[in-house]
């Protein structure tokens, strides 16, 4: 699990000070700190992380001469597939110095990642997660609502005073404790939501089934899929507010997030973002600065942006590059037996299955789920177990599974090949 911001209170605090001045350098003192960032980054990967070394002297690289933006073309583009199968070979060999954490992650392509943070990406993450909140109206202690995978044992939502926050468990988003925690919501009127583009709609579509409203907040930040104009559309108009997408990657590599005037902003000292072209399609590579434990460089997102085609200053006055669009992770949503709806939140179910290459869940029934595996030879029993109960923890018993090892997954209309696939309907998107 990442660290809380209480674990780390001081490098938040000092990191949320940088981000403050930095979000209006200029755009020549912004190109400078990636340079010098990307520097010592490369340098520090070159001298103590195996994977770099070898990688360096196969292809003739020398750091001594690396500066910076310019010859990140050299470097070539890290794969999810090296990342999971030559973790040992990432961690720097000096990494404890930096204080870790081991995370996972899963994300949209159903890929089970272990991974670790160093204490610093984790401060800046979050500092950063805060600046680009504020953003969009928020500050520490204003009330919230959040819906997050929380896996509250016997409740559906808690609220907690010390943050305030009312807290919904994304687990157990179904039409009664929508409902309820709708209750809770116009009781309590918290200012800023925030949660999956899904769920956030999810809650709507049961109030308007029951005639009844939710009220207002001043501001919805969305992240985890893509939001797409017609969901934006959708959630403005059922709760009356202006909602901010934000976009980032548990491997921190990568940030955008949308500011004051609409327009979705690379987070250009927080990661080196690239897009490099193939076949019509930009695909987003990224580099955070600040991950000196396991340092990722030019990592495949395997997410697509279109960069805005003028790069104009925005109105808000920060010199970062402009988005037009994300074409990010985007999937069905699964229906239980129960009456819940798993979106999104979905995600994560398969972070533990070792020898896993990537996943996909596919609904053909309310009570079966076939899930398509495609897998190496580190796969095996323990794989399929953990595999299972990290999807039971999710979906229940009610349902039946069906593992498949196949050699490939099914793929959208887009080409990409979403970790859910419903057969059975999908009004709700
Ligand atoms: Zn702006």
Redesign the pocket.
């Known amino acids: 699990m990442e660290k809380s911001i209480f674990q780390i209170p001081f490098k938040v605090l000092r990191r949320y000070r940088f981000y403050k001045r930095s979000q209006f350098w200029t755009k020549t003192q912004i190109e400078q700190y990636q340079d010098k960032q990307l520097i010592k980054l490369v340098q520090h990967a070159g001298q103590h992380v195996p994977f770099y070394r070898d990688l360096f002297k196969n292809i003739g690289f020398d750091i001594s001469t690396f500066r910076g933006r310019i010859d990140m073309h050299k470097i070539p583009t890290l794969d999810k597939e090296i990342v999971r199968t030559c973790q040992k070979e990432l961690m720097a060999d000096n990494a404890g110095k930096f204080g870790i954490t081991w995370d996972s992650t899963s994300g949209s392509t159903g890929t089970p990642l272990h991974f670790v943070l160093d204490d610093a990406v984790q401060a800046n993450k979050i500092a950063a997660l805060l600046r680009s909140y504020r953003w969009a109206g928020y500050k520490l202690g204003k009330k919230t609502f959040s819906l997050q995978s929380y896996y509250f044992p016997e409740h559906d939502y808690k609220f907690n005073r010390f943050y305030n926050i009312l807290r919904f468990d994304s687990n157990k988003l179904k039409k009664e404790s929508a409902l309820n925690v709708i209750k809770e919501i116009n009781r309590l009127k918290p200012k800023f939501f925030m949660g999956f583009p899904f769920d956030i709609l999810m809650l709507s579509n049961f109030a308007e089934d029951e005639g009844i409203s939710i009220n207002s907040p001043q501001s919805i930040v969305t992240y985890g899929e893509t939001l797409s104009q017609k969901k934006r559309k959708f959630l403005e108009k059922a709760y009356n507010c202006k909602v901010f997408d934000f976009y980032s990657l548990h491997e921190c590599a990568a940030m955008i997030s949308e ?3 609409g ?1 979705l ?1 690379l987070i250009e000292d927080f990661a080196y973002h690239e897009t490099l072209e193939e076949n019509g399609v930009r695909r987003l590579v990224g580099t955070s600065f600040y991950n000196y434990a396991l340092p990722l460089i030019r990592y495949e997102t395997k997410d697509n942006i279109a960069l805005s085609e003028k790069q104009e200053t ?3 006055g ?1 010199h970062f590059r ?1 988005v037009k669009e994300i074409v990010g992770k985007q999937c069905d949503y699964i229906e239980t037996p129960d009456g819940r709806f798993l979106g999104s939140v979905m995600s994560h179910s398969i972070d533990n299955a070792k020898g896993v290459v990537c996943s996909q869940c596919i609904q053909n029934a309310i009570d079966r789920i076939d899930i398509n595996i495609v897998v190496d030879e580190t796969y095996n029993e323990d794989s399929q177990i953990a595999l299972e109960n990290g999807l039971r923890k999710r979906l229940g018993h009610e349902i039946k599974l069906v593992f498949m090892i196949v050699p490939q997954l099914e793929r959208s209309r887009s080409g990409k090949t979403p970790f859910i696939i419903s057969k059975i309907g999908n009004k709700y998107i």
Do not use: F, I, P, Y
């Open positions: 500011c004051e005037h327009n902003h925005c109105s808000c920060r402009t």
